[in-house]
């Protein structure tokens, strides 16, 4: 059997919706959708989405290296937009972390996030090339 391994980020939210900040079962790493809050539970750039989406991608990057990824292990991003109309600022911070990987993604407008300063949420899938990366305790 393949082992399961999950990745806390010790959001309360975790606990409160029962998930996982990621899982990675083999080499393959699934990162839930993560918005740009910080450890005390705020929002971060509330009116600014490169910075959300710059902020998420840190976040999200710390994950994968939980999980024994790195960015150029992702394979597909999926991104939820409150306004597609401001899809040039996500996509000028996803090209700064994604340019040279160049994963599958996809970008879709949504009605609204869980909080209205929420712009962005951002969800990864990797699939981690070198089988000897460990996951980090």
């Known amino acids: 059997m393949v082992e399961r391994i999950n990745i806390s980020s010790g959001a ?5 919706v029962g998930y996982s900040r990621a899982v990675r079962v083999g080499n393959v790493v699934e990162v839930a959708g993560t918005t740009a809050v910080d450890e005390e539970g705020r929002v971060v750039g509330p009116d600014d989405l490169y910075a959300q989406t710059s902020y998420i991608l840190a976040k999200i990057e710390q994950a994968l290296s939980q999980a024994g990824a790195t960015m150029s292990d992702v394979v597909r991003t999926r991104i939820y937009l409150t306004d597609i109309s401001w899809w040039p600022e996500m996509a000028r911070a996803h090209a700064e972390s994604f340019a040279a990987v160049k994963p599958a993604t996809t970008a879709v407008q949504v009605a609204a996030l869980i909080n209205p300063e929420m712009l ?10 070198d089988k ?5 305790p």
């Open 12 to 16: 309360v939210w975790e606990d409160i």
């Open 120 to 129: 962005v949420e951002i969800e990864v899938t990797a699939i981690v090339g």
């Open 132 to 136: 000897t990366r460990k996951p980090q």
